[in-house]
Nanobody
Framework: QVALVESGGRSVEAGDSLRLSCASS????????MAWFRQATGKEREFVSA????????AYADYVKGRFTNSRDNAQKLLYQQMDSLRPQDTGVYCC????????????????WGQGTKVTVSS
């Protein structure tokens, strides 16, 4: 069982930067991959980024590539998402997820989820 809690979301202006965090707790004998998904009002949850346990495999959606950066500290059980050059289209609730095995862009493959943190980007 793994519990996840996101933090760092707030209201910013276009072009600003934010750093989101996801803290994990609980006991598990296996290593797990993690990912970020976001959901705007009235839309389906969409993939943002994913990272493997050892950080060798990192993937980004095309619309955030070059602007967002994933990193993790397994000793502290923390996942980070640095977001630069934010756009109004980046507005939404950002959730982190975890799963056993390799990272995936399919939200149905993730077993554990946080409640999310709200990011609002104004023009």
């Amino acid at each position: 069982q793994v519990a996840l809690v996101e933090s760092g979301g707030r209201s910013v202006e276009a072009g600003d930067s934010l750093r989101l965090s996801c803290a994990s707790s609980g006991r598990t004998a296996a290593r797990y991959a993690m990912a970020w998904f976001r959901q705007a009002t009235g839309k389906e949850r969409e993939f943002v980024s994913a990272i493997s346990w050892g950080s060798r495999d990192i993937a980004y959606a095309d619309y955030v590539k070059g602007r967002f950066t994933n990193s993790r500290d397994n000793a502290q059980k923390l996942l980070y998402q640095q977001m630069d050059s934010l756009r109004p289209q980046d507005t939404g609730v950002y959730c982190c997820g975890a799963r056993l095995g390799v990272p995936s862009s399919n939200r149905e493959r993730y077993k554990w989820w946080g409640q999310g943190t709200k990011v609002t980007v104004s023009s």
